[in-house]
């Protein structure tokens, strides 16, 4: 029973995630995500130059809000990219090497633009479990996240990259575990979600730090 019930609520988890990328694509493609990458270069320009750095085995340089996870795993994601022959520049040598640096920009910039879409589809399957684990109800869980998904902040965070969201899914995993933890005070996994705890809480921290 407990095998079952584990699975459904991976696969409504997985649901979720899904649901709210469909919804994040219609975000991006609303904001155009081809459009240049000069109109929006607040941090999209700096996270893309700082991920570049890390695949090229160079320390990040923006310091001013660390976002070491953010630009991390904007790193990998702009390998996996490359793997796959969706773009052919993935670190600082290889963009460097191209003649004109406009396009280098204009083919780069919209991969991160598609990141914060996913990262941002991730922060709401993780509210939404932090709903469910406040309320026990998935259809009010569900449409409370809906809502706060549909908000002009969360908007924003869809079409362009920042620090928040990345340090928001930290911040939210740590409290998840920490009402896990005192509501399962027999578990055999009270060590783990006290440690998993302090570990994405200072993640959060880590990723926003200033």
């Given at each position: 029973m407990n095998i079952k019930k584990t699975f459904l609520n991976c696969f409504l988890i997985l649901a979720s995630f899904i649901f709210y990328l469909i919804l994040s694509k219609i975000y991006l493609d609303y904001f155009d995500i081809n459009r240049h990458w000069s109109s929006q270069f607040d941090q999209e320009l700096t996270f893309a130059y700082n991920a570049l750095l890390f695949n090229s085995g160079i320390q990040h340089e923006f310091i001013d809000h660390s976002a070491y996870f953010t630009i991390l795993f904007l790193s990998i994601f702009i390998?996996?990219?490359?793997?796959?022959?969706?773009?052919?520049?993935?670190?600082?040598?290889?963009f460097i090497e191209q003649?004109?640096?406009?396009?280098?920009?204009?083919?780069?910039?919209?991969?991160?633009?598609?990141?914060?879409?996913?990262?941002?589809?991730?922060?709401?399957?993780?509210?939404?479990?932090?709903?469910?684990?406040?309320s026990n109800s998935?259809?009010?869980?569900?449409?409370?996240?809906?809502?706060?998904?549909?908000?002009?902040?969360?908007?924003?965070?869809?079409?362009?990259?920042?620090?928040?969201a990345m340090s928001s899914i930290f911040m939210i995993l740590s409290l998840i575990m920490l009402i896990s933890y005192f509501r399962n005070e027999g578990s055999k996994l009270q060590i783990l979600k006290l440690f998993l705890f302090f570990i994405f809480l200072f993640s959060a921290i880590l990723n926003k730090s200033q």
């Amino acid at each position: 029973m407990n095998i079952k019930k584990t699975f459904l609520n991976c696969f409504l988890i997985l649901a979720s995630f899904i649901f709210y990328l469909i919804l994040s694509k219609i975000y991006l493609d609303y904001f155009d995500i081809n459009r240049h990458w000069s109109s929006q270069f607040d941090q999209e320009l700096t996270f893309a130059y700082n991920a570049l750095l890390f695949n090229s085995g160079i320390q990040h340089e923006f310091i001013d809000h660390s976002a070491y996870f953010t630009i991390l795993f904007l790193s990998i994601f702009i390998k996996f990219a490359e793997l796959f022959n969706y773009l052919e520049l993935y670190n600082l040598r290889t963009f460097i090497e191209q003649n004109d640096l406009d396009t280098s920009f204009q083919q780069i910039i919209p991969l991160v633009r598609i990141y914060s879409g996913i990262s941002i589809a991730l922060w709401a399957a993780v509210v939404n479990i932090l709903f469910y684990y406040i309320s026990n109800s998935k259809i009010f869980s569900f449409l409370l996240t809906l809502i706060v998904f549909t908000m002009p902040g969360t908007i924003e965070h869809s079409w362009q990259l920042r620090t928040e969201a990345m340090s928001s899914i930290f911040m939210i995993l740590s409290l998840i575990m920490l009402i896990s933890y005192f509501r399962n005070e027999g578990s055999k996994l009270q060590i783990l979600k006290l440690f998993l705890f302090f570990i994405f809480l200072f993640s959060a921290i880590l990723n926003k730090s200033q």
